[in-house]
């Protein structure tokens, strides 16, 4: 990976949200830096949303602090130098693309040139479309629009997008890209995996309101490379606690299930074994699965 | 760090094109603002002219569905339009954007005010020509002068009613307070005509005494203390504003 120098732009320091007795978001420590595509992943309910209204103000913090570009989240100068794209059912029907744009430039002491928000969105031929004629393609790169347009230090995008076409959702990648290198920093949700392994640094995966899980896509994706080897056997499960490469194993019917990041270590192992084996199967875990089962492993944790 | 505390963007072009965008969408959707004009211009048409009991009653009128005609886009454009967008979340947008909070209220007051003047002209144009309606020239201008502000307290009711409630139950709710309200008020028929109790009710609502303000100027009015109607139309407009601010600024909205 390449080296250079990261400056900080955000840092979040233990910070908490309680709803109703209850932990949405247990001390979460981030920093954020310049010019850095930061993905934050997990299923729903888990935090992600949560964490998202805290850095955008509008939620208050339980318990620690946050700090953005030397400002409180929800300092309106601390707006003036991000955008953000939430998820919107509907925009105002009656306005154009054009004029939805001019407006959101003119909250921004520095906006970027209309042309190359247009162009970055790509909204070039429809500028003059009013929003209740968009598709939810066209609705969403209107939204991505209205959150570049002030040429932010720092952009949220909330599954930026849904409802889009590979196509559409190429450009945007390339948009998100373009945006990067000029040092715009980028905090992503998303539930397409792909999309965070495209764009991103690095990955936080959040479940029940804690971080389980962080790295470059690259580390997350090691996890992602555990297999899945099931056999038969007769002998009790204490028996394969002793396996040391083994990161998670089950039974289910007659059958075991291990899952494991060295497959070839865990079979000479298991072979090694004075054990019955039969009918074994190897499978490789998908970026999905890998995904379901680091939460899963984090709900056990959780449980036990 | 760099400064960036001096920076500000031009605060007037925003409050230009905020209006600018408002009322581009409002010209743009006929199946509001046609409504919206046509009601207060029927029913004074009805009550005031062709079924008119005596011949102060298109003057007294004009005024009182005047009051009734400004009462609605004030309600209808801040009450059911700031539910609806934070219903489609829209809002949530505007709110995270840096739009000055008081750029989204110009913008919308302004618009109320220039739908107010509008309605305003054409009843005077509707009881001077059809019901030889003759005022001194100041006492037209005062009277449109005091209905055009006087639609600020229910500007202040509406963003209340927008910030608490529900967009799919908003445009009804806001309905049950309007007609009700006007009727009570004595907007639809000369307060005189409604029961006592009714009557000594009106005093707690704030069209009535915006329609004995403007009534004062022709000296149809009960005969009140003035400072009274413009003391309630002001507290009322301060006590709705500061409710209104409080549920904006409230965090943890879920």
């Not at chain 1, 393609?137 to 409802?163: H, M, T, W, Y």
């Not at chain 1, 899952?259 to 090694?272: C, G, H, I, R, V």
């Not at chain 2, 707690?204 to 004062?216: D, E, G, R």
């Amino acid at each position: 990976m390449q080296q250079k120098k990261q400056i900080k732009i955000a840092s979040i320091k233990q910070a908490s949200k309680v709803f109703d007795k209850k932990y949405a978001l247990k001390d979460i420590t981030l920093n954020i830096y310049q010019g850095e595509v930061l993905a934050i992943l997990g299923p729903n309910g888990a935090g992600k949303t949560t964490l998202i209204n805290l850095m955008l103000g509008r939620l208050s913090l339980s318990s620690g602090d946050i700090n953005i570009l030397g400002y409180q989240p929800g300092d309106i100068a601390l707006k003036r130098l991000s955008g953000a794209m939430l998820q919107v059912a509907k925009l105002p029907d009656m306005s154009t693309i054009k004029e939805h744009i001019e407006l959101f430039q003119s909250y921004y002491v520095t906006p970027m040139p209309y042309q190359q928000v247009i162009a970055l969105a790509g909204l070039t031929e429809i500028e003059n479309s009013l929003s209740k004629n968009l598709s939810g393609g066209q609705k969403q790169r209107l939204l991505f629009a209205l959150s570049i347009c002030g040429n932010p230090k720092l952009l949220f995008l909330d599954e930026p997008s849904v409802g889009m076409d590979i196509n559409a959702r190429k450009s945007l990648w390339q948009a998100i890209t373009a945006l990067k290198q000029q040092g715009t920093s980028v905090i992503l949700t998303t539930h397409y995996l792909e999309e965070a392994d495209q764009l991103s640094d690095r990955i936080i995966m959040i479940n029940q309101g804690c971080i389980i899980e962080q790295g470059s896509p690259s580390v997350i994706k090691s996890r992602v490379n555990s297999k899945l080897i099931r056999f038969f056997s007769t002998d009790k499960i204490s028996h394969f606690s002793a396996l040391s490469t083994v990161k998670h194993i089950e039974k289910s019917g007659k059958y075991y299930e291990i899952q494991s990041n060295y497959p070839e270590n865990t079979l000479k192992e298991l072979f090694a074994m004075n054990t019955d084996i039969a009918d074994i199967s190897i499978t490789g875990a998908d970026l999905e699965e890998a995904f379901i089962l680091i939460n899963e492993d984090a709900e056990l944790d959780k449980s036990a | 760090m760099q400064s960036t505390l001096s920076l500000q963007p031009n605060l007037w072009r925003i409050y230009f094109l905020e209006a600018k965008t408002e009322t581009m969408r409002l010209l743009r959707t006929p199946g509001f603002y046609i409504p919206t004009f046509l009601f207060p211009m029927m029913f004074y048409s009805f009550f005031g002219i062709m079924f008119s009991m005596s011949a102060a009653m298109p003057t007294y009128l004009m005024v009182t569905y005047g009051v009734f005609g400004i009462i609605g886009p004030a309600l209808f454009s801040f009450g059911v339009g700031i539910a609806v967008e934070r219903g489609q979340g829209w809002f949530d947008i505007k709110e995270v954007s840096p739009m000055p909070a008081s750029a989204y209220i110009f913008a919308r007051v302004a618009l109320t005010f220039i739908f107010s003047l509008v309605i305003v002209l054409s009843l005077f144009i509707i009881g001077s020509i059809f019901a030889d309606v003759v005022l001194w020239q100041s006492q037209w201008l005062l009277i449109a002068v005091i209905l055009v502000i006087g639609s600020i307290p229910f500007c202040a009711i509406g963003m209340t009613l927008g910030l608490y409630l529900k967009s799919n139950s908003a445009p009804a709710t806001v309905n049950l307070i309007y007609l009700p309200m006007g009727f009570l008020s004595g907007l639809w028929l000369p307060i005189t005509m409604l029961p006592d109790f009714l009557q000594s009710f009106a005093n707690v609502l704030p069209p009535y005494h915006l329609a004995q303000l403007a009534l004062k100027v022709i000296d149809m009015d009960i005969g009140a203390n003035i400072w009274l109607h413009i003391i309630v139309l002001v507290a009322d407009s301060l006590a709705f504003m500061l409710l209104a601010s409080k549920a904006y600024n409230k965090k943890d909205k879920q």
